[in-house]
């Protein structure tokens, strides 16, 4: 089941035993459980009806015990299991998920980590309740995420605004989530748009620079530009990490590499095979004229040589700074 039927159930009070929520991204795990220990009983209901337990606490056959208990002076209990990947003998748990309590609904967070399908306990939850996999977000997927997520809270953004954002907050959704409502708050009364200065003013990221504006400064060939976004990097190192930097532009090039290699330029099956937004594809049509795909293969390979370096291989005194410059240097002169 997807995070919104789930959520859609819920709203609709249609229950299961028991929901597993297993999976390396926790932000929908979180919004799952959270949203059964705030809806689904009464504030009257709660205190005999609601129990939270830890993983690293409880083994299964103390959330068993708990899971089989009946419901006092209401239709249901909750159990909330957090951290469940640490549930000692977490298997055991195939003897409650085989007959569930209908009463009660067992929510089980495991995080970053999945159980076996092949196993009697995924088979069992499958047949008696719900398993969620909530899988970590591709880097391409943040910037519409973050469109839509404002959308659904009355709010817009332009696409370079929210590609902004997403390369410089990583995919970490609940950290981007909790940004997104520092700029909900800030904006002026009666605004709903959201763009780079005030991304700039509240939240401490630069619009003029980040990875976004250093991909541009190469496209146009300004050195001027790009020599100054690196400086302000290495004086800025611990908010733009060089790992970040050139994973960004891994990325980047990559599409532009990827651009290069496609017979069908049309605008439709660019954004659909180098999965961006149609908004970014005039973008990587620019890129790819001034790197062609040996250009653009070319870079890719310093790409790697440079993450090896920044990792201490073949390295023994040059500064992250220095090697970002020397990196910037020869993409310019290819």
């Known amino acids: 089941m997807t995070f919104e039927t789930i959520i859609a159930d819920l709203k609709q009070r249609k229950f299961r035993p028991i929901y ?25 209901e709660k205190a005999f009806n609601q129990t939270v337990l830890y993983g690293k606490d409880v083994d299964a056959a103390a959330v068993t015990n708990a899971a089989k208990r009946y419901p006092m002076m209401a239709p249901n209990q909750v159990i909330l299991v957090k951290e469940a990947q640490h549930i000692r003998n977490v298997e055991d748990l195939v003897y409650y998920a085989g007959t569930p309590l209908k009463s009660t609904i067992l929510v089980i967070c495991y995080k970053y980590k999945k159980i076996d399908k092949r196993k009697k306990l995924y088979k069992a939850l499958e047949k008696e309740g719900v398993i969620f996999e909530s899988k970590k977000m591709y880097d391409d997927k943040l910037p519409a995420w973050i469109v839509q997520h404002l959308k659904e809270e009355g709010y817009s953004i332009a696409p370079p605004a929210a590609m902004l954002l997403s390369e410089s907050l990583g ?20 605004k709903k748009a959201i763009d780079a200065a005030h991304i700039e003013q509240n939240i401490g990221i630069s619009k003029d620079f980040n990875s976004v504006e250093l991909q541009k400064a190469l496209v146009e060939r300004n050195a001027l530009k790009a020599f100054r976004i690196v400086d302000y990097f290495g004086h800025n190192q611990k908010n733009h990490p060089i790992n970040m930097i050139i994973a960004s532009m891994y990325g980047f090039f990559n599409k532009v590499f990827m651009y290069g290699m496609l017979e069908d330029k049309s605008s439709q ?5 180098l999965k961006v937004h149609p908004f970014f594809v005039s ?8 790197f062609p795909p040996a250009k653009s293969f070319q870079i890719l390979g310093w790409l790697r040589e440079y993450d090896l370096r920044t990792k201490g291989v073949g390295n023994l005194s040059a500064t992250p700074h220095d090697l970002l410059k020397e990196m910037i240097y020869k993409f310019m002169t290819v």
């Open 20 to 44: 597993f929520l297993m999976g390396d991204e926790p932000y929908y795990i979180d919004k799952i459980s959270d949203y059964v220990a705030a809806n689904v009983l009464k504030e009257e």
């Open 171 to 190: 995919n970490d959704l609940s950290k981007i989530e909790n940004e997104l409502q520092k700029l909900i708050i800030t904006l002026p009364q009666g």
């Open 283 to 290: 973008e990587y049509q620019k890129a790819a004229r001034v």
């Open 269 to 273: 099956n660019v954004a659909e095979k």
